[in-house]
Protein backbone atom coordinates (compact mmCIF):
# COMPACT_ATOMS: atom_id res chain seq x y z
CA UNK A 1 0.00 0.00 0.00
CA UNK A 2 2.71 2.38 0.48
CA UNK A 3 4.35 1.68 -2.33
CA UNK A 4 1.07 1.82 -4.35
CA UNK A 5 0.23 5.51 -2.51
CA UNK A 6 4.05 6.82 -3.39
CA UNK A 7 3.29 6.18 -6.97
CA UNK A 8 0.16 7.94 -7.29
CA UNK A 9 1.46 11.02 -5.42
CA UNK A 10 4.62 10.99 -7.79
CA UNK A 11 1.84 10.57 -10.64
CA UNK A 12 0.14 13.35 -9.77
CA UNK A 13 2.92 15.67 -9.45
CA UNK A 14 4.14 14.57 -12.59
CA UNK A 15 1.36 15.18 -14.55
CA UNK A 16 0.73 18.95 -12.97
CA UNK A 17 4.52 19.48 -13.24
CA UNK A 18 3.66 18.96 -17.04
CA UNK A 19 0.38 20.34 -17.67
CA UNK A 20 -0.45 22.83 -20.44
CA UNK A 21 3.04 21.70 -22.72
CA UNK A 22 3.84 19.55 -25.73
CA UNK A 23 6.30 17.54 -24.38
CA UNK A 24 3.73 14.51 -26.21
CA UNK A 25 1.78 15.40 -28.17
CA UNK A 26 -0.92 13.02 -30.68
CA UNK A 27 0.58 13.29 -34.29
CA UNK A 28 -2.12 11.23 -35.80
CA UNK A 29 -5.11 8.95 -34.54
CA UNK A 30 -7.29 9.94 -31.89
CA UNK A 31 -5.97 10.96 -28.39
CA UNK A 32 -9.02 9.12 -26.63
CA UNK A 33 -8.18 5.76 -27.58
CA UNK A 34 -6.59 5.09 -24.21
CA UNK A 35 -9.96 5.91 -22.30
CA UNK A 36 -11.74 2.85 -22.56
CA UNK A 37 -11.60 1.20 -19.54
CA UNK A 38 -12.15 -2.39 -20.86
CA UNK A 39 -9.35 -2.28 -23.39
CA UNK A 40 -5.81 -3.78 -22.11
CA UNK A 41 -3.08 -3.16 -24.12
CA UNK A 42 1.02 -4.33 -23.86
CA UNK A 43 4.36 -2.28 -23.79
CA UNK A 44 7.03 -2.52 -25.52
CA UNK A 45 10.57 -0.43 -25.96
CA UNK A 46 12.13 -0.21 -29.49
CA UNK A 47 15.55 0.82 -29.53
CA UNK A 48 16.39 -0.48 -33.04
CA UNK A 49 16.52 2.96 -34.08
CA UNK A 50 18.11 4.90 -31.12
CA UNK A 51 20.80 7.07 -31.07
CA UNK A 52 22.88 8.66 -27.95
CA UNK A 53 23.83 11.69 -27.59
CA UNK A 54 23.18 15.60 -26.58
CA UNK A 55 19.69 16.55 -27.21
CA UNK A 56 18.39 20.21 -27.65
CA UNK A 57 15.05 21.34 -28.35
CA UNK A 58 13.74 18.12 -29.35
CA UNK A 59 16.90 17.08 -31.92
CA UNK A 60 19.65 14.99 -31.15
CA UNK A 61 22.82 17.08 -31.78
CA UNK A 62 25.89 16.12 -33.88
CA UNK A 63 28.08 13.03 -33.26
CA UNK A 64 25.04 11.29 -31.51
CA UNK A 65 25.97 7.47 -31.68
CA UNK A 66 23.76 4.54 -32.56
CA UNK A 67 23.17 2.56 -28.67
CA UNK A 68 24.03 -0.39 -30.47
CA UNK A 69 27.58 0.80 -30.84
CA UNK A 70 27.85 2.48 -27.23
CA UNK A 71 26.94 -0.81 -25.59
CA UNK A 72 29.26 -2.69 -28.23
CA UNK A 73 31.85 -0.07 -26.98
CA UNK A 74 31.12 -0.85 -22.83
CA UNK A 75 31.96 -4.55 -23.36
CA UNK A 76 29.78 -7.85 -22.23
CA UNK A 77 29.30 -6.40 -18.81
CA UNK A 78 28.39 -3.36 -19.54
CA UNK A 79 25.60 -5.24 -22.18
CA UNK A 80 24.15 -6.96 -19.35
CA UNK A 81 24.11 -4.59 -17.26
CA UNK A 82 22.15 -2.79 -19.89
CA UNK A 83 20.09 -5.48 -19.88
CA UNK A 84 19.28 -5.87 -16.21
CA UNK A 85 18.60 -1.47 -16.85
CA UNK A 86 15.89 -2.42 -18.81
CA UNK A 87 14.21 -5.27 -16.82
CA UNK A 88 14.45 -2.55 -13.75
CA UNK A 89 12.85 -0.05 -15.45
CA UNK A 90 9.88 -2.11 -17.17
CA UNK A 91 8.83 -3.49 -14.10
CA UNK A 92 8.59 0.00 -12.60
CA UNK A 93 7.08 0.95 -16.10
CA UNK A 94 4.26 -0.96 -16.10
CA UNK A 95 3.33 -0.71 -13.19
CA UNK A 96 3.57 3.10 -12.76
CA UNK A 97 1.39 3.00 -15.89
CA UNK A 98 -1.28 1.15 -14.12
CA UNK A 99 -1.45 3.49 -10.97
CA UNK A 100 -1.86 6.90 -13.49
CA UNK A 101 -3.66 5.07 -15.97
CA UNK A 102 -6.42 2.78 -13.16
CA UNK A 103 -9.31 4.72 -14.90
CA UNK A 104 -8.53 4.36 -18.22
CA UNK A 105 -6.35 1.23 -20.19
CA UNK A 106 -4.04 -0.40 -18.23
CA UNK A 107 -1.10 -2.56 -19.02
CA UNK A 108 -0.87 -6.02 -19.39
CA UNK A 109 1.95 -8.61 -20.62
CA UNK A 110 2.04 -9.61 -24.56
CA UNK A 111 0.94 -13.33 -23.04
CA UNK A 112 -2.57 -12.07 -21.81
CA UNK A 113 -3.73 -11.22 -25.49
CA UNK A 114 -4.12 -7.54 -25.27
CA UNK A 115 -6.14 -5.40 -27.10
CA UNK A 116 -3.74 -3.20 -28.26
CA UNK A 117 0.07 -3.08 -28.54
CA UNK A 118 1.81 0.17 -27.31
CA UNK A 119 5.53 0.65 -29.34
CA UNK A 120 7.84 3.25 -27.46
CA UNK A 121 10.14 3.35 -30.82
CA UNK A 122 13.17 5.73 -28.14
CA UNK A 123 14.78 7.33 -31.04
CA UNK A 124 17.00 9.52 -29.21
CA UNK A 125 18.75 9.23 -26.07
CA UNK A 126 20.78 11.76 -23.38
CA UNK A 127 21.95 8.97 -20.35
CA UNK A 128 22.59 11.94 -18.22
CA UNK A 129 25.48 11.99 -16.00
CA UNK A 130 25.74 10.63 -12.22
CA UNK A 131 28.28 12.74 -10.99
CA UNK A 132 26.60 16.12 -12.68
CA UNK A 133 22.92 14.54 -10.34
CA UNK A 134 25.04 14.74 -7.66
CA UNK A 135 26.67 17.74 -7.38
CA UNK A 136 23.48 19.43 -8.93
CA UNK A 137 20.12 19.54 -8.21
CA UNK A 138 16.83 18.70 -9.68
CA UNK A 139 17.08 17.59 -13.38
CA UNK A 140 20.88 18.38 -13.47
CA UNK A 141 22.39 15.24 -14.77
CA UNK A 142 19.02 13.94 -15.80
CA UNK A 143 18.07 11.55 -18.84
CA UNK A 144 16.53 13.31 -21.90
CA UNK A 145 14.60 11.29 -24.54
CA UNK A 146 12.56 11.85 -28.04
CA UNK A 147 10.95 9.23 -29.86
CA UNK A 148 7.01 7.87 -30.78
CA UNK A 149 4.79 5.94 -29.59
CA UNK A 150 2.69 3.90 -31.64
CA UNK A 151 -1.06 2.28 -30.51
CA UNK A 152 -0.89 -0.60 -32.51
CA UNK A 153 -4.03 -3.56 -33.18
CA UNK A 154 -2.40 -6.63 -32.50
CA UNK A 155 -4.03 -8.89 -35.31
CA UNK A 156 -3.87 -6.83 -38.46
CA UNK A 157 -0.77 -4.59 -36.83
CA UNK A 158 -2.74 -1.32 -37.69
CA UNK A 159 -1.19 1.82 -36.42
CA UNK A 160 -4.20 3.42 -34.81
CA UNK A 161 -2.54 6.39 -32.44
CA UNK A 162 0.68 7.52 -32.98
CA UNK A 163 1.75 10.40 -30.05
CA UNK A 164 5.35 12.43 -30.59
CA UNK A 165 7.69 12.38 -28.00
CA UNK A 166 8.93 16.30 -28.78
CA UNK A 167 11.42 15.69 -25.55
CA UNK A 168 11.53 15.11 -21.92
CA UNK A 169 14.00 15.04 -19.20
CA UNK A 170 13.64 13.86 -15.78
CA UNK A 171 15.91 13.93 -12.65
CA UNK A 172 18.57 14.06 -12.27
CA UNK A 173 19.80 10.35 -10.34
CA UNK A 174 23.27 8.00 -9.36
CA UNK A 175 22.73 5.55 -11.59
CA UNK A 176 21.41 5.11 -14.74
CA UNK A 177 19.16 2.50 -14.06
CA UNK A 178 17.00 5.51 -11.88
CA UNK A 179 17.78 8.16 -14.29
CA UNK A 180 16.70 6.16 -17.25
CA UNK A 181 13.18 5.25 -15.50
CA UNK A 182 12.58 8.92 -13.94
CA UNK A 183 12.43 10.24 -17.80
CA UNK A 184 10.14 7.62 -19.06
CA UNK A 185 7.79 8.47 -15.98
CA UNK A 186 7.17 11.53 -17.20
CA UNK A 187 6.20 10.45 -20.50
CA UNK A 188 3.48 8.47 -19.05
CA UNK A 189 2.70 11.24 -17.02
CA UNK A 190 2.45 13.64 -20.29
CA UNK A 191 0.73 10.86 -21.86
CA UNK A 192 -2.29 11.08 -18.79
CA UNK A 193 -2.27 14.32 -20.03
CA UNK A 194 -3.44 14.13 -23.24
CA UNK A 195 -5.75 11.26 -22.75
CA UNK A 196 -7.49 13.27 -19.80
CA UNK A 197 -7.66 16.13 -22.29
CA UNK A 198 -8.90 14.28 -25.34
CA UNK A 199 -12.16 14.85 -26.73
Known sequence: MKKLLTFCVVAMLSTLTFAGQKSVEVTSGSGTILKDATKKASFTFDYDSCYVGQISKGTLKDG???LAQILTERGEKGQEEWGQTQEFVYDRFFNYWNVVFRKWTTLVREEENP???IIFHVRGLDLGNGAASYFGYGKTGGVSVIGDID???PTTGEKLTTYKVNQIKGEGELTEAFR???????VVGQMCNVTRKAK
Open 115 to 117: DYK
Open 64 to 66: AKP
Open 180 to 186: LWSAYIQ
Open 151 to 153: VIA
